[in-house]
């Protein structure tokens, strides 16, 4: 199975930009869909956007602020977040899938491999 590993989150200010890194260890990630999520406590965990062979899907609440990539070389996923509001705040988690379509939104049940999750923060 794949290992994921989340990085790059913290705290910083409204309008500001931060990039998360998802590593991957145990397989290849270019054979699966991968997917950030994102949770504040209390609430369901939210679909910010996947990725599969280059074609990427975002949410509509994060579209033309948010980034997804992969570097097949690093065996790494991004997520480029730029104008950073006090509503992205929540912890963000990578997530992959095998055999699925990836064509845009899936459930959080769908994935079965997950990171630990980082905390972003934005402040006003």
């Known amino acids: 199975q794949v290992q994921l590993v989340e990085s790059g989150g913290g705290s910083v200010q409204a309008g500001g930009s931060l990039r998360l890194s998802c590593a991957a260890s145990g397989r290849t990630i270019s054979s699966y869909c991968m997917v950030w999520f994102r949770q504040v406590p209390g609430k369901d965990r939210e679909w910010v956007g996947n990725?599969?062979?280059?074609?990427?899907y975002v949410a509509d609440s994060v579209k033309g602020r948010f980034t997804i990539s992969q570097d097949n070389a690093k065996n790494t996923l991004y997520l480029q977040m730029d104008s950073l509001k006090p509503e992205d705040t929540a912890m963000y988690y990578c997530?992959?899938?095998?055999?699925?379509?990836?064509?845009?939104?899936?459930?959080?049940?769908?994935?079965?491999?997950w990171g630990q999750g980082t905390q972003v923060t934005v402040s006003s």
């Open positions: 990725i599969y062979g280059g074609t990427t």
């Open positions: 997530a992959a899938a095998y055999g699925v379509s990836c064509i845009g939104y899936m459930r959080a049940l769908s994935y079965p491999y």
